[in-house]
């Protein structure tokens, strides 16, 4: 991986160890000092010029997007969603963007709070054995993404949108910080309002303000990228769309060429077997710090984007704004916010976890912790207008398909994501919820931008739901690197159902029937095998995690209930292979 577009970043609030300060230099060759004064540094892979000089503050952005000259660091993370420290000389700010899409990690040692672009930058500052974080793992197993502000290791964690680290100079205290971005406590929508035009409007403006460089847009049969390549020929804008396989049935590949056509777009499609089962899985992960399991179907595009170098347009979280994606009309319609909030949680979990992939105690506590965890998210949103939004927003969006865009197109090359612009997101705060439902609002939408367009077949269409028949995600290969990795899971007791191991070593489902009791067909089988070992991918994930980190982690114990043979202290670096050598200089420049 190599910090190109976006930089690298590292650095720490409070006085430094001096020991730690020089491990933190050495984990990328070629650290340039930014901000050095005795209770912060800020280090980066190249020389970041400040947006704001004057009266004493100066202030860096860590993203790919420069915000305006003179702006205070609020008004940095709401127009570029930047993420940034900024110092005047009282406080120094560390803080994300509004959203939070750009990830910083931060580790409280001693009295100091280090902080990086990366997890593995903060894990060698301190050679005490590092401990698993199993909420987190929780909600990864389960809902595929994580949801909060915590990592896979214990005490490193994630600055979430709006949220910032504040370093007081004179104290020397680090405290938290929270602020409301503008889209915060918006009214709701009037009932059937929501204006198609109004809408086009604000996202031509929002597309317009990043400028036109030539592009690369990925482009699937669905309607987000079709509306934002609608957009990006508005503009004028140079734009190359690309298509792969999403390895769900439907016929991404032939209605992208249909789109692409009609707007007078170049089109490259991009063979998902260029890259094996097994390098896509190991080289996303890897990238992504598994911290999600999913996005493996983009692995051979997402090095095509990286490799060509240009620009890539990101049509994330339009299905959220104007699709109500994950926000099915019964979590609309509920009467209180506990019905909201489980029938969210319902949706967010379409998709995870399903079938015999976990052992009864642990498949128990992971879904409860995973349901624990999406509570104290949904308490702080519950009694915002457009609650639902945000919170979906908050969590699937910005830190499940979020990390696609920042970690398997950049950092290496800039991408740009219109629909997180402040005004796009308060304009869909004026299209009645209900008006979204089953994507009404959305088809008006795309009609009102190019009726020819939106008249061509999508992979929304019920007509085009993949059919049943064999998947990648289920074939051999796919079960050979979930085989691998679901193994090293088993050193956890209790965490792998036995059947799994069965159904990734054979490729037979055994002891599934339809409901009147009669055997599955052949059909059906491949279905089913497809969707567990999909559902197995979080397990996978996390194998591949101890794979690789085993040699740091000290104890494993399962916060499940375990048989009584499977009790006492579990060290897992003397039951999983190791991998030598320290975490330290990793990443590349």
Same mark, same amino acid.
């Given at each position: 991986?190599?910090?190109?577009?976006?930089?690298?970043?590292?650095?720490?609030?409070?006085?430094?160890?001096?020991?730690?300060?020089?491990?933190?230099?050495?984990?990328?060759?070629?650290?340039?000092?930014? &901000?050095?004064?005795?209770?912060? /540094?800020?280090?980066?892979?190249?020389?970041?010029?400040?947006?704001?000089?004057?009266?004493?503050?100066?202030?860096?952005?860590?993203?790919?997007?420069?915000?305006?000259?003179?702006?205070?660091?609020?008004?940095?993370?709401?127009?570029?969603?930047?993420?940034?420290?900024?110092?005047?000389?009282?406080?120094? /700010?560390?803080?994300?963007?509004?959203?939070?899409?750009?990830?910083?990690?931060?580790?409280?040692?001693? #009295?100091?709070?280090?902080?990086?672009?990366?997890?593995?930058? =903060?894990?060698?500052?301190?050679?005490?054995? =590092?401990?698993?974080?199993?909420?987190?793992? *929780?909600?990864?197993?389960?809902?595929?993404?994580?949801?909060?502000?915590?990592?896979?290791?214990?005490?490193?964690?994630?600055?979430?949108?709006?949220?910032?680290?504040?370093?007081?100079?004179?104290?020397?205290?680090?405290?938290?910080?929270?602020?409301?971005?503008?889209?915060?406590?918006?009214?709701?929508?009037?009932?059937?309002?929501?204006?198609?035009?109004?809408?086009?409007?604000?996202?031509?403006?929002?597309?317009?303000?990043?400028?036109?460089?030539?592009?690369?847009?990925?482009?699937?049969?669905?309607?987000?990228?079709?509306? %934002?390549? +609608?957009? @990006?020929?508005?503009?004028? +804008?140079?734009?190359?769309?690309?298509?792969?396989?999403?390895?769900?049935?439907?016929?991404?590949?032939?209605?992208? $060429?249909?789109?692409?056509?009609?707007?007078?777009?170049?089109?490259?499609?991009?063979?998902?077997?260029?890259?094996?089962?097994?390098?896509?899985?190991?080289?996303?992960?890897?990238?992504?710090?598994?911290?999600?399991?999913?996005? %493996?179907?983009?692995?051979?595009?997402?090095?095509? +984007?990286?490799? #060509?170098?240009?620009?890539?347009?990101?049509?994330?979280?339009?299905?959220?704004?104007?699709?109500?994606?994950?926000?099915?009309?019964?979590?609309?319609?509920?009467?209180?916010?506990?019905?909201?909030?489980?029938?969210?949680?319902?949706?967010?979990?379409?998709?995870?976890?399903?079938?015999?992939?976990?052992?009864?105690?642990?498949?128990?506590?992971? /879904?409860?912790?995973?349901?624990?965890?999406?509570?104290?998210?949904?308490?702080?949103?519950?009694?915002?207008?457009?609650?639902?939004?945000?919170?979906?927003?908050?969590?699937?969006?910005? !830190?499940?398909?979020?990390?696609?865009?920042?970690?398997?197109?950049?950092?290496?090359?800039?991408?740009? !994501?219109?629909?997180?612009?402040?005004?796009?997101?308060?304009?869909?705060?004026?299209?009645?919820?209900?008006?979204?439902?089953?994507?009404?609002?959305?088809?008006?939408?795309?009609?009102?931008?190019?009726?020819?367009?939106?008249?061509?077949?999508?992979?929304?269409?019920? *007509?085009?739901?993949?059919?049943?028949?064999?998947?990648?995600?289920?074939?051999?290969?796919?079960?050979?690197?979930?085989?691998?990795?679901?193994?090293?899971?088993?050193?956890?007791?209790?965490?792998?159902?036995?059947?799994?191991?069965?159904?990734?070593?054979?490729?037979?489902?055994?002891?599934?029937?339809?409901?009147?009791?009669?055997?599955?067909?052949?059909? &059906?089988?491949?279905?089913?095998?497809?969707?567990?070992?999909?559902?197995?991918?979080?397990?996978?994930?996390?194998?591949?995690?101890?794979?690789?980190?085993?040699?740091?982690?000290?104890?494993?114990?399962?916060?499940?209930?375990?048989?009584?043979?499977?009790?006492?202290?579990?060290?897992?670096?003397?039951?999983?292979?190791?991998?030598?050598?320290? @975490?330290?200089? $990793?990443?590349?420049?």
């Amino acid at each position: 991986m190599r910090f190109v577009a976006r930089p690298f970043v590292c650095g720490v609030l409070g006085r430094p160890d001096p020991e730690r300060l020089a491990r933190l230099r050495r984990v990328m060759p070629d650290l340039v000092t930014v &901000h050095e004064r005795p209770d912060v /540094v800020l280090l980066a892979s190249r020389e970041l010029t400040p947006y704001r000089t004057d009266g004493g503050a100066l202030a860096w952005a860590f993203g790919d997007r420069q915000p305006a000259e003179g702006v205070d660091w609020r008004t940095a993370a709401i127009t570029a969603d930047a993420a940034g420290l900024s110092d005047d000389g009282e406080r120094a /700010v560390l803080h994300a963007g509004a959203h939070g899409y750009l990830d910083i990690f931060h580790r409280r040692l001693g #009295d100091a709070t280090w902080f990086a672009s990366t997890i593995d930058a =903060l894990l060698d500052l301190d050679p005490a054995p =590092l401990d698993i974080d199993w909420d987190t793992w *929780a909600c990864t197993i389960v809902l595929t993404i994580p949801l909060a502000e915590r990592t896979p290791f214990v005490g490193v964690a994630r600055l979430l949108g709006a949220t910032t680290l504040v370093l007081d100079h004179t104290t020397g205290a680090v405290a938290d910080g929270r602020w409301d971005p503008p889209w915060s406590g918006l009214p709701a929508p009037r009932p059937g309002a929501g204006d198609p035009r109004m809408i086009l409007e604000v996202m031509h403006s929002a597309v317009a303000r990043h400028g036109d460089a030539p592009t690369v847009l990925p482009l699937s049969g669905g309607y987000d990228s079709r509306l %934002l390549s +609608i957009l @990006l020929r508005d503009a004028r +804008i140079p734009t190359t769309t690309m298509t792969t396989s999403k390895d769900d049935g439907r016929d991404d590949v032939g209605i992208a $060429r249909e789109v692409a056509a009609a707007l007078g777009q170049a089109h490259t499609v991009v063979d998902p077997t260029g890259l094996t089962y097994a390098e896509a899985a190991d080289e996303s992960l890897t990238r992504m710090e598994y911290r999600a399991a999913q996005h %493996l179907w983009s692995g051979a595009m997402a090095r095509r +984007i990286r490799a #060509d170098g240009v620009r890539v347009a990101d049509a994330i979280a339009l299905d959220t704004l104007f699709h109500n994606e994950h926000m099915p009309g019964k979590a609309i319609l509920a009467p209180s916010g506990p019905e909201r909030e489980a029938a969210l949680f319902a949706a967010l979990w379409r998709g995870g976890l399903r079938g015999k992939v976990l052992g009864a105690e642990a498949a128990g506590w992971l /879904v409860e912790t995973a349901r624990r965890r999406w509570q104290a998210r949904w308490a702080g949103f519950q009694d915002d207008p457009n609650g639902l939004i945000l919170a979906v927003l908050s969590t699937r969006t910005t !830190m499940g398909v979020g990390i696609m865009g920042q970690w398997l197109y950049g950092p290496e090359v800039s991408v740009v !994501m219109p629909a997180i612009d402040a005004d796009v997101v308060a304009a869909s705060f004026t299209v009645d919820q209900l008006r979204k439902v089953d994507g009404t609002f959305y088809r008006e939408l795309l009609a009102a931008a190019d009726p020819e367009v939106a008249a061509i077949r999508s992979t929304r269409d019920p *007509a085009q739901r993949g059919a049943v028949g064999e998947r990648v995600k289920g074939g051999p290969a796919a079960r050979a690197w979930l085989l691998e990795h679901t193994r090293s899971a088993t050193t956890v007791p209790g965490l792998v159902h036995p059947r799994l191991i069965e159904l990734l070593e054979t490729g037979r489902v055994k002891g599934v029937t339809n409901p009147d009791g009669s055997p599955i067909t052949p059909e &059906h089988e491949l279905k089913r095998r497809s969707t567990i070992a999909q559902s197995a991918l979080g397990v996978g994930t996390l194998g591949a995690w101890l794979d690789r980190y085993g040699d740091r982690i000290g104890r494993l114990d399962p916060p499940w209930p375990v048989a009584p043979t499977a009790t006492g202290a579990w060290s897992f670096a003397s039951r999983l292979r190791r991998r030598s050598g320290s @975490l330290v200089g $990793r990443i590349r420049p």
